[in-house]
């Protein structure tokens, strides 16, 4: 079989990782990216061991990329809000790369993205493009933009995020759930703090489980990421960018520990989203139409995996799909998108699930279930 002819929708985190790996492997690739062009926009992503031994397995430059630009925690820390306690404390830097390969990196999504859309070629991004919905044949699948033309693929990938129109297309409307809870992100110069374990990734549990503070260095630690949450039911709004109050996120930590508040006093803006969960979907592919990312698994934030799922499901849909052109599935795509979803979809469903629960790391534990994984190497049925 000659070269498949791939369409992603979406140039996101999962999306971009997804038409390297793919390239790689010899498809004809197409991503279709709404952003005409990259802001920096967001913040944080974490890239825990899994993700960054996906990523390094990409080859060319990304590796080296990467590792210009982020940042290494040296730690993952649990404290206690009010009296400031170590409850839990994991080694990550070298230990991390001596006990899965690859050390743990904070990064910011634009340097992230950055990273990766150096290592696809011009020709195949179409940046400015939005995708409106997908029309399935019986052998590939149509991409319908918003001037109103189709292009037809032999696979059509939606990466296109918690808001995805391919998922709608193939599931129907989106049901979230509101979790009550709204979520603070704020990126503030690490000079203007003086405080210890800036060079860890900690979280600080609050009295109740709606309550925590998550705290990381980016950009070589140059840069310090704050993350919050509380239970607000009077915001409803699902966004990475909709400016927040930083008196009202001062004020409902006010009785956390002193370096916790001092995290808080450094911030001159936040950025303040609510917090949905979606239930696993029943399936991810019909036909030559797949998803990935947060596309078909969108996530709670509280084990920090967001990213990471969606970079692992890159390399794997690439190595599902490489059998076609070996001939190894012999009913083709729709066989190979099924051996996707049965290879990711059991790990996806418990960090789903685990995230949800947020006890993630509370008090220590083994994180080799999920730091461990081996996208280049978990086995395909
Ligand atoms: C602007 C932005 C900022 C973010 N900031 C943060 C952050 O600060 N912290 C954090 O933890 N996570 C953040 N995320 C989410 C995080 O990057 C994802 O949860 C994770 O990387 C999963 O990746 P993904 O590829 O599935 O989705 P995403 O990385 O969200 O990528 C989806 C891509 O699809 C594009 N897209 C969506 N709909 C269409 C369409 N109809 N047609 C064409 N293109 C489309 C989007 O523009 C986006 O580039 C952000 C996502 C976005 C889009």
């Not at 630690?221 to 109050?245: C, K, M, N, V």
């Not at 947060?294 to 059998?323: K, N, Y």
Request: charged share 20%; hydrophobic share 45%; aromatic share 8%.
């Amino acid at each position: 079989m000659s070269a498949l002819r791939i369409g992603i929708c979406g140039g996101g985190v999962g999306g971009l990782a997804a038409a390297i790996a793919l390239g790689r492997k010899g498809h004809a690739v197409t991503v279709f990216e709404q952003t005409p062009l990259f802001k920096r926009v967001g913040a944080d992503v974490n890239l825990t061991p899994n993700a960054v031994r996906a990523l390094d397995g990409l080859a060319g430059n990304v590796a080296v990329s990467l590792r210009d630009a982020a940042a290494r925690p040296t730690h993952r820390i649990s404290r206690t809000w009010d009296t400031g306690e170590i409850t839990s404390m994991l080694e990550m830097a070298e230990a991390a790369e001596t006990r899965y390969g690859a050390p743990q990196l904070t990064i910011h999504r634009a340097d992230l993205l950055a990273a990766l859309q150096a290592e696809v070629p011009a020709s195949v991004m179409r940046m400015g493009v939005r995708v409106t919905g997908i029309e399935e044949h019986g052998a590939g699948g149509g991409i319908v933009l918003s001037g109103g033309g189709v292009e037809r693929f032999d696979v059509v990938i939606g990466a296109d995020g918690i808001h995805s129109v391919v998922r709608a297309a193939l599931l129907g409307p989106d049901q979230p759930e509101f979790t009550g809870l709204v979520s603070f992100r704020a990126v503030v110069p690490r000079a203007s703090l003086d405080l210890p374990h800036l060079d860890a990734f900690t979280k600080w549990w609050g009295p109740t489980p709606d309550m925590q503070i998550v705290t990381f260095p980016l950009n070589r630690g140059q840069e310090t990421f704050i993350f919050a949450t509380t239970a607000q039911d009077d915001w409803r709004e699902e966004s990475w960018t909709l400016p927040g109050d930083v008196e009202e996120l001062r004020h409902v930590y006010r009785d956390f520990h002193p370096e916790a508040r001092a995290l808080l006093a450094a911030c001159t803006e936040v950025t303040k989203s609510a917090l949905y969960v979606r239930q696993p979907l029943p399936f991810w592919s019909r036909g030559a139409v797949g998803l990935l990312g947060d596309a078909c698994h969108p996530m709670v934030p509280f084990m920090a995996q967001g990213a990471c799922m969606a970079i692992e499901d890159a390399v794997v849909l690439a190595r599902a799909l490489a059998s076609v052109l070996e001939g190894v599935a012999p009913a083709g795509v729709p066989q190979a998108l099924r051996a996707y979803e049965a290879a990711r979809k059991p790990r996806t469903t418990r960090v789903q699930e685990g995230s949800r629960g947020n006890e993630w790391l509370k008090q220590g534990g083994n994180a080799d279930w999920v730091y461990g994984y081996d996208a280049w190497g978990v086995a395909l049925g």
